[in-house]
């Protein structure tokens, strides 16, 4: 593993979504577990978040529509939290939610919704 994707992975990972939701997560890693964490860490927030070439709330953005095209809410309540620190409105939420809505169906919106009221209400947004 490249230990300097690594590192950027981690500092970009812990802005995103909370260096205590981060630790907490590394922290639970077990020697099964460890080796995806780290290699998720150095891949996806290391090389995936680590370019400048798209800024962090559009990478947020577009990973609110991916993740919520393939339904996997409990990622996309922990990525709803972290697009709204990388400056996500509400109103651009909702933007995003209506391409989940119209490219993978009013169901898979729906859920969208429920889970971002959740976090709103939880910022009292």
């Known amino acids: 593993m490249d230990e300097n994707l690594f590192e950027k992975g981690l500092a970009r990972r812990k802005a995103t979504l909370g260096a205590d939701y981060v630790e907490k997560n590394l922290a639970a890693a077990d020697d099964f577990t460890r080796p995806f964490q780290e290699a998720m860490t150095a891949w996806c927030w290391g090389f995936g978040w680590g370019d400048e070439a798209i800024d962090a709330k559009t990478r947020s953005l577009m990973n609110l529509s991916m993740i919520g095209a393939l339904g996997k809410m409990h990622e996309w309540e922990t990525h709803c939290r972290g697009a709204l620190d990388n400056g996500v409105s509400k109103a651009e939420l909702r933007a995003a939610i209506h391409v989940v809505g119209i490219y ?10 429920r889970v971002a009221r959740k976090v709103l209400d939880e910022r009292g947004l």
């Open 104 to 113: 993978c169906g009013v169901p898979q919106a729906l859920e969208c919704f």
